[in-house]
């Protein structure tokens, strides 16, 4: 079975363009490529809409296997279409299943305060807000090495979209949801994420039905960034695997 002849969705995190995945959209020449439009989402729920709406205009177009890759705030909205509508296969990236957590559950997620004073900052400078988030994503190392250079401008989402997606983070919680979701998924993590711990990654390994981990080492919330041929090819090899299960 030729393992490509599908479309990946890509659903972004928080703030960013789906331009942050073009270099490893690149590294997978097989397949074809979409993207939700988050960056004018008015409410939670919209995020969630996008999501099952390009989904379904891929089904119809009959256009072979659907792979969803969701990246943090882009995961929630993966794991709940999984679990919902028909798809192929997950590829959960610094993604967790709730991302805000209770103040024992620290190596699982951020405590609510921490979504709380990104959104009383979001308002009164957006710029500043978008900054300080990008100022978390990456490790000492990653800055080191001059991977911020590689995201792209911020600005692109409007505030309420920027709004919208805060409010999502704080309230959506797929937990319940991932003993249903029965397509293989990929879960890539960062060893060092500061934003979605690694902690989230061991629960969604061990709560999804077929998860495989993969976990980057010494990398933060962006743990594709600047390794995306090596990247490209992890997917290329699960993926293939899962086909080669299929047979």
Not at 10 to 37: I, K, Y
Request: net charge negative; proline share 5%; hydrophobic share 45%.
């Amino acid at each position: 079975m030729n393992a490509g002849k599908g479309t990946i969705l890509w659903l972004t995190g928080w703030s960013f363009a789906a331009s942050l995945f073009d270099p490893l959209r690149e590294q997978l020449p097989e397949w074809r490529h979409a993207a939700a439009p988050y960056h004018d989402a008015d409410a939670p729920e919209r995020f969630l809409e996008l999501a099952a709406q390009a989904a379904r205009s891929i089904r119809e177009a009959g256009e072979g296997r659907l792979l969803v890759a969701g990246w943090s705030l882009g995961g929630l909205s993966a794991l709940r279409l999984a679990a919902e509508e028909e798809v192929d296969g997950l590829v959960l990236l610094s993604a967790t299943a709730k991302f805000v957590r209770a103040i024992e559950e620290g190596k699982l997620g951020w405590p609510e305060r921490h979504v709380r004073r990104m959104d009383a900052e979001l308002h009164r400078n957006r710029e500043a807000a978008e900054e300080r988030f990008r100022g978390t994503l990456l490790t000492d190392e990653e800055r080191a090495s001059g991977y911020d250079a590689l995201l792209p401008p911020s600005g692109g989402w409007t505030a309420g979209a920027l709004a919208a997606g805060l409010e999502l983070l704080r309230q959506e919680d797929c937990r319940a949801l991932l003993g249903a979701v029965a397509c293989p998924a990929l879960v890539v993590h960062g060893s060092l994420d500061t934003v979605c711990p690694i902690g989230a990654a061991d629960e969604l390994v061990q709560s999804l039905p077929r998860a495989a981990p993969h976990i980057m080492d010494k990398s933060g919330h962006v743990p594709f960034l600047g390794r995306e041929k090596e990247f490209g090819e992890t997917i290329r090899r699960w993926w293939n695997e899962r086909q080669l299960e299929r047979d």
